[in-house]
């Protein structure tokens, strides 16, 4: 079992900052990749940013040149900077991270941590 501690959300103004964290414990070997999603009310779950045990990294298109997510793997945690913030990113945030134990893959969440910006 994993599990995931976020921290970092909070109220922003528009044009401001914010950055979050996502810790790791627990059976944290085979780790495949980290990655954040949003929720906003009444809208779907959608992929935030991510990134692999090697590095590499996708981005929504709506945080291209504004999100950049990176990894302490030896802490087993996430980041994800958040810059030029606007009100449509304001949603719940969820850390999400996908193990391989072979043969089965292991998907867990974080428990969310709501990111307000206002206009």
């Known amino acids: 079992q994993v599990q995931l501690v976020e921290s970092g959300g909070g109220l922003v103004q528009a044009g401001g900052s914010l950055r979050l964290s996502c810790a790791a414990s627990?059976?944290?070997?085979?780790?495949?990749?980290m990655g954040w999603y949003r929720q906003a009310p009444g809208k779907q779950r959608e992929l935030v940013a991510a990134?692999?045990?090697?590095?590499?990294?996708n981005y929504a298109d709506s945080v291209k040149g504004r999100f950049t997510i990176s990894r302490d793997n030896a802490k087993n945690t996430a980041y994800l900077q958040m810059n030029s913030l606007k009100p449509e990113d304001t949603a719940v945030y969820y850390c999400?991270?996908?193990?391989?134990?072979?043969?089965?893959?292991?998907?867990?969440w974080g428990q969310g941590t709501q990111v307000t910006v206002s206009s």
């Open positions: 990134i692999t045990s090697g590095g590499s990294t």
């Open positions: 999400n991270l996908i193990a391989t134990v072979v043969p089965i893959k292991y998907q867990y």
């Open positions: 627990g059976s944290t070997f085979g780790i495949n990749a």
